[in-house]
């Protein structure tokens, strides 16, 4: 069965500091992994990796995928208030039957920020 | 990235009504999801929408419960069908676009069922 699991599911820190969102996976055709923010109702689009060793960033987050031990981390440095979310990692499968596009979804990582 | 909305944002129905959920895209796609998010869980596919076809259902879920529409290739409709207090849920549509197909998901329908 294919699995998708995030840690720590909750975290709380202070406004400055660093944290390390983990999301490890077990999925057959595997195409990509994917990391989204909820806020409210809506994921907002984060980052899509598909090659491992290649980190992608954006500001003040980035993220690295590593498809030999079948996981990846997602960063965020100086952290802000509005950084306060739910962060999902999800995989997404390959072409083939009809999973192809599926996304596979981890129970996400509450992110809380103190001022 | 994809322009999505989702008409109604949240809707309060009862028991044993059906609700149809749209969805548009500002441009043509030509894959179309539907997920579900329960209170306190992560997101689940229901299904994918195809043009011209029937959608194709993931495990646990049946057309008869949420049929789905996919007239052209910009807008789709999920109804929710004799409802109960367990469909209560966020749903969501999703999108394949972008120069890796990245997905992007419309801004969601928060149902509550008394």
């Known amino acids: 069965e294919d699995k998708v699991v995030q840690s720590p599911l909750s975290l709380v820190v202070h406004e400055g500091d660093t944290v390390t969102l983990n999301c490890s996976y077990e999925v057959t055709n595997f195409r990509s992994l994917l990391w989204y923010k909820q806020e409210k109702k809506a994921p907002t689009f984060l980052f899509m990796l598909?090659?491992?060793?290649i980190e992608k960033k954006s500001g003040r987050l980035s993220s690295i995928l590593d498809k030999k031990e079948l996981f990846s981390i997602l960063n965020i440095t100086a952290t802000q208030t509005g950084d306060s979310a739910i962060y999902l990692c999800?995989?997404?499968?390959?072409?083939?039957?009809?999973?192809?596009?599926?996304?596979?979804f981890g129970q996400g990582t509450i992110l809380t920020v103190h001022p | 990235s994809a322009v999505i909305s989702q008409k109604p944002s949240r809707d309060i129905c009862q028991r044993g009504t059906s609700l149809t959920i749209q969805c548009q895209v500002d441009?043509?796609?030509?894959?179309m999801f539907w997920y579900r998010q329960q209170p306190g869980q992560s997101l689940t596919l229901i299904a994918t929408?195809?043009?011209?076809?029937?959608?194709?259902?993931e495990s646990g879920f049946v057309i008869d419960k949420f049929p789905i529409s996919r007239p052209n290739l910009t807008f789709s409709t999920l109804t929710v069908s004799n409802m109960s207090p367990e469909d209560s849920s966020i749903y969501l549509c999703?999108?394949?676009?972008?120069?890796?197909?990245?997905?992007?998901f419309g801004p969601g329908t928060r149902l509550t069922v008394t």
């Open positions: 441009s043509q796609v030509t894959m």
């Open positions: 598909t090659s491992s060793g």
């Open positions: 999800a995989v997404e499968h390959n072409a083939g039957g009809t999973s192809y596009g599926k996304l596979t």
């Open positions: 929408a195809n043009q011209g076809s029937e959608a194709t259902y």
């Open positions: 999703s999108v394949r676009k972008g120069s890796l197909y990245e997905q992007y």
